[in-house]
């Protein structure tokens, strides 16, 4: 195999992407129901709700164009990421070479949480990145994991301290991406865990594998918080990154869905638990899509930071998209390495496919009315 070949399906395998090693089956008769297939990938409108652009290099708008994808690019407090100014920079750089295809997620540090003022400037803060563009916030797993109230007590979601920002945000009229806990591989140990990709990366961040922590909050108390808050604040349009942190079954999943039914949940950096699923279900997580089309936003997590090779980024973001799309929009098998598995695709519906892969993305993160329109 050609050595950027390997590099490229190492490098796939790593975010837990899959790798096309088959393809199956003829189209079926009935030609107006039948599913999408890879020749419709770079001509059906996209939108991949859930990218870290995190530097103005051109790259991921050029393979976002070439492939018909708008890009949802979410800035993140992430201590492996560049600083919130750096990523700031790159998304209004990024937004205005092309407005119609790159928007941006601000989001706020937590660092002065509890003290006076700190939760007015952020309002103040968010308000101007709205102003410039932004349409949603980012709310990390740092708030339930990491940060500490000033007595001492991690963080969670629905602390008091965070209302007032979770009110400004509602009052922008723009989404809250929250993120918070982890995959349920998290309190798993490495050996348990069902996907390679989970394995790697709590094998790389071992301050964020659960199971070594068993004082910290558990998978359970994360959800639960997480679940307070959007009860508390129904109005929020309020978007639960990684499927909202229930990737592992799509019958919890749907409870979530129907219990908050102004939430929806985007798919990034979770399709190997959904392959799980397929593999030993198909008929069940094929009908989760379809019974929740209206609710699902198509994701990667796909990031190019400062210094990747943009040339090779490419490659990457074109082999990711595609395969999901296999998966997604057609009945074609794959070989998926993190789940070590032939994983047929669901041949979701076209109007399914048009909703998850664009329209549902379109209606949340629409624009925020001007300030002063009517309505707010
Ligand atoms: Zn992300």
Avoid at 137 to 166: F, Y
Avoid at 273 to 298: A, P
Wanted: charged share 25%; hydrophobic share 45%; glycine share 6%.
């Amino acid at each position: 195999m050609p050595r950027i070949l390997q590099q490229l399906l190492a490098a796939a395998a790593a975010l837990g992407l899959a790798a096309c090693t088959t393809t199956a089956p003829a189209a079926s008769a009935g030609a107006a129901a039948a599913p999408y297939t890879m020749a419709d990938f770079p001509r059906v409108r996209k939108y991949d709700a859930h990218v870290h652009a995190n530097t103005a290099d051109p790259a991921f708008l050029e393979q976002a164009r070439a492939d018909g994808f708008e890009l949802m690019s979410i800035n993140v407090d992430y201590p492996d990421f560049p600083t919130l100014e750096t990523q700031r920079a790159a998304a209004l750089a990024l937004a205005a070479a092309e407005p119609s295809r790159f928007h941006w997620a601000t989001t706020f540090a937590m660092e002065g949480f509890g003290e006076p003022g700190w939760a007015d400037a952020v309002a103040a803060a968010l308000a101007r990145d709205v102003a410039r563009g932004a349409r949603a916030v980012k709310i990390w797993k740092n708030v339930g994991m990491v940060e500490r109230d000033a007595g001492g007590r991690l963080v969670m979601l629905d602390h008091p301290g965070l209302a007032p920002v979770a009110e400004r945000i509602r009052a922008l009229g723009v989404a809250l991406i929250g993120h918070q806990g982890e995959p349920h591989n998290c309190w798993l140990p490495l050996e348990r865990m069902t996907t390679e990709n989970d394995r790697e990366y709590f094998r790389n961040h071992p301050e964020y594998h659960m199971y070594l922590h068993p004082e910290q909050p558990g998978y359970e108390d994360q959800i639960a918080a997480r679940d307070r808050f959007v009860a508390a604040h129904p109005r929020l349009r309020f978007v639960g990154a990684h499927l909202g942190s229930l990737e592992y079954d799509v019958d919890r999943l749907a409870a979530f869905l129907d219990r908050f039914p102004g939430a929806t949940v985007d798919m990034a950096a979770r399709m190997s638990q959904v392959q799980y699923q397929s593999v030993r279900d198909r008929e069940r997580v094929r009908d989760f899509f379809i019974r929740y089309q209206d609710r699902v936003l198509y994701g990667t997590d796909l990031t190019l930071g400062p210094g990747a090779d943009p040339e090779a980024f490419r490659r990457q973001a074109h082999a990711v998209w595609r395969a999901d799309w296999r998966y997604l929009a057609t009945a074609q098998s794959q070989r998926v390495e993190t789940i070590d598995a032939d994983v047929p695709g669901l041949a979701l519906p076209r109007a399914v496919v048009d909703k998850i892969y664009y329209a549902n993305a379109a209606r949340v993160f629409a624009p925020a009315a001007p300030p002063g329109a009517a309505g707010g």
